[in-house]
């Protein structure tokens, strides 16, 4: 009865490549995030989806592009991985006018 | 621009003890919400406790509770009792418009 999933759980890839990694919620919410946590564990805020449609879009590359198929989904493309991707990221998810956000397992990405 | 400080990169309790980690935050907002989350090694970000700017009533859960002092902007929890499950980081977070924004954590150590 996972509420927030990802996958996958790691990903080890080499620089220059493209790569995945998908989120499924199934707490009805209507509003989907990605986090991302660097190596000081620090966490920020990168993109948020109410409905499918962006509402935020955090100062990041252009390689990176989320996609949301539906409301209950959150996808995140990265392409022409860098070293400095490597990181933890956070799949999120909320309901309007509730402000609780529940949060994913992360995934852990290694670049090479 | 909204901030969150956790001024303590670490700290230490002796099981059963009591400890208090400390945020401050920066905002000119007057209706926000801020929340503590707690990351143990596996690396979930699990829900500790929330509070609501409009509300004087400090927010408790079981073994944890807040000090939330609005005109200070300061948002303290206190462990109780404290469990060597209690061991993880602790992350202060304030939210306003969709988006968290996360302190740098502190790490609590429970010593047996």
């Known amino acids: 009865d996972t509420a927030v999933s990802q996958t996958p759980k790691y990903l080890v890839t080499q620089m220059g490549n493209d790569k995945s990694i998908k989120c499924e919620q199934n707490?009805?919410?209507?509003?989907m995030y990605w986090y991302k946590q660097d190596s000081k564990k620090f966490l920020k805020i990168m993109f948020s989806?109410?409905?499918?449609?962006?509402?935020i879009n955090e100062t990041v590359p252009n390689r990176f592009s989320p996609k949301s198929p539906d409301k209950a989904h959150l996808n995140l493309h990265i392409n022409s991985l860098e070293l400095g991707d490597s990181a933890v990221y956070f799949c999120?998810?909320?309901?309007?006018?509730?402000?609780?956000?529940?949060f994913g397992p992360g995934t852990r990405l290694l670049v090479l | 621009a909204q901030t969150v400080t956790q001024s303590q990169p670490e700290m230490s309790v002796q099981e059963a003890e009591t400890v208090t980690l400390s945020c401050t935050y920066d905002?000119?907002?007057?209706?926000?919400?801020l929340f503590w989350y707690k990351q143990p090694p596996s690396r979930q970000m699990i829900l500790v406790i929330r509070?609501?700017?409009?509300?004087?009533q400090n927010a408790t859960e079981n073994r944890f509770s807040v000090n939330f002092q609005k005109a200070a902007k300061s948002f303290s929890l206190k462990i109780s009792d404290s469990q060597l499950g209690d061991a993880a980081m602790y992350f202060c977070?304030?939210?306003?418009?969709?988006?968290?924004?996360f302190g740098k954590g502190t790490k609590l150590t429970v010593n047996p």
């Open positions: 999120a998810s909320s309901q309007t006018g509730e402000e609780t956000q529940y």
């Open positions: 707490l009805g919410h209507d509003t």
């Open positions: 989806y109410n409905n499918k449609e962006l509402i």
């Open positions: 905002t000119s907002e007057s209706d926000y919400y």
């Open positions: 509070q609501e700017a409009y509300k004087q």
């Open positions: 977070a304030y939210r306003r418009s969709e988006k968290l924004v």
